[in-house]
Structure formats: structure tokens, C-alpha cells
């Protein structure tokens, strides 16, 4: 054999890295077809993307979240989940088509969840279809991408469009002040948990007496 790989036709590290990036992105897509069926609404069935600032919930902490929302919604309620895909998961699980849920999500993998996916960034906080009635839902569930007071005034502004009251804001301890300004919400006792340990506390907010205290 000739060790002179001189001949080998190289690839250049542009090249090699979007080859790279296609097989992720192909790995992704196989896991999300290959997740459907039984545990395709399972929290962590598609794989967190840390570009998107993805951060799943602990299947415990999804749960409490679920169950807090469905409890707060009430028998028939609406609820939406936006930028918080774990709940909805969770909601989907647990309830199936019983509970009548809407995950308001950036990432497109989540569309495989059917005509309960909206596309949603919230840069246009209010280009949402007109399917969407505002105030009709009887809970709002988020967890807004980023840490930053302006990307909490835009998801707060999708919020109050689509609650007809009741709010569960998930968000850094940092943010209690800006959360309260632009939600009117406080915080819980409850002290949610991520899949990974994150550098940032967490904490959750509501306006209305849950029981997450
Ligand atoms: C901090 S994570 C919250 C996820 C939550 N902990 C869970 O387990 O469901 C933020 C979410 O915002 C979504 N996101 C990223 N960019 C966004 C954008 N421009 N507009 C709205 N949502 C976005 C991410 O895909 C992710 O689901």
C-alpha cells in the first residue's frame, strides 16, 4: 500500500465543515422521524440546538409546568406554550388530544407536531395567523431565548395578545424587576430545573394564585 496520500483528493476546511453540518443536520432529522410514534412527544426527542439558546426542561420540571398549566386552564381550557416546546411535549404526552395546546416555536423541527405548531419569532411579537384569536387562551406558558430586557417586552407583547389573563413566565432570576414591568408577574417558591446544569438561576413567574408555592 502507498503511504503517499499526496493523490487523495483533499477537502477544504470550508467544505469539510459544511460536510460536517449536513451530516448533524441529517442525524437530526433522522432522530426526529425516528422518535415519532409513541415517544415522539417525549421531552429531549428533539435534540436541544444551543445556537437557538435551547435549554430543555427536567422531565420533573416539565411535568410540574404541564400540570400547573392544565390546572390553571381549567376543564376544556386553551393553552399556548410559547418558546417552551418541554411543556407542550409534556402537555401532549400526559393529555394527548384531550388538552387543547399550541406550541408558538422558532425552530422548525417542532413542526412535525402538526397544525398545533406555529412558526414564531418573537423580532414580529404580533405576525401571528389569524387563526390565533387574541386573548383566547386561558394560559400562556413562556420562556423567552434570551436573558435580555428587549427580548422579554417583545415575547411579553405576544403574551398579553394571546392570554385572557393567566400567565406562567419562565426566565432568570435577573429578570424578576423587567418581569414584573412588563407582565405584572411575580415569583414562585418552585425553582425550575433544566436536562444540563445551567450558570443562570431560574425561576418561574405567574400572575395568578398557582400552585407552584
Ligand atoms: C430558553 S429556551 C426555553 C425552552 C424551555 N426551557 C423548554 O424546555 O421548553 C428558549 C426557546 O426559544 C426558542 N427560540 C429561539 N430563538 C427564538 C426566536 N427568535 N423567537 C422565538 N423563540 C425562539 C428556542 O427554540 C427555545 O425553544
Not at 407536531?113 to 413562556?142: K, T
Not at 415575547?155 to 392570554?163: D, H, I, S
Not at 412588563?182 to 425550575?192: A, D, E, S, T, Y
Amino acid at each position: 500500500m502507498d503511504d503517499d496520500d499526496d493523490d487523495i483528493p483533499q477537502l477544504s476546511s470550508q467544505a469539510l465543515a459544511a460536510l460536517q453540518e449536513f451530516y448533524l443536520e441529517q442525524e437530526q432529522r433522522e432522530g426526529v422521524k425516528t422518535s415519532q410514534g409513541s415517544g415522539q412527544y417525549s421531552v429531549g426527542s428533539i435534540e436541544e440546538n444551543w445556537q437557538l439558546s435551547q435549554f430543555w426542561y427536567s422531565e420533573e420540571t416539565a411535568s410540574c409546568l404541564a400540570n400547573e398549566a392544565i390546572a390553571a386552564a381549567g376543564k376544556d381550557g386553551k393553552i399556548a406554550c410559547v418558546s417552551a416546546p418541554s411543556v407542550y411535549q409534556k402537555l401532549k404526552e400526559q393529555q394527548g388530544p384531550a388538552v387543547s395546546a399550541c406550541i408558538l416555536e422558532y425552530d422548525r423541527r417542532f413542526a412535525v407536531y402538526g397544525q398545533e405548531f406555529v412558526f414564531y419569532d418573537y423580532n414580529s411579537p404580533l405576525s401571528l395567523p389569524a387563526s390565533l384569536l387574541p386573548h383566547s387562551f386561558d394560559i400562556v406558558v413562556a420562556d423567552p431565548p434570551y436573558l435580555s430586557e428587549e427580548c422579554l417586552e417583545k415575547t411579553a407583547e405576544t403574551v398579553k395578545y394571546l392570554t385572557k389573563g393567566k400567565i406562567l413566565l419562565c426566565t432568570g432570576a435577573i429578570m424578576e424587576e423587567q418581569a414584573a414591568k412588563h407582565l405584572g408577574v411575580k415569583m414562585c417558591k418552585f425553582i425550575p430545573k433544566h436536562s444540563r446544569n445551567l450558570a443562570n438561576e431560574f425561576r418561574c413567574y405567574v400572575n395568578y394564585v398557582s400552585g407552584l408555592d
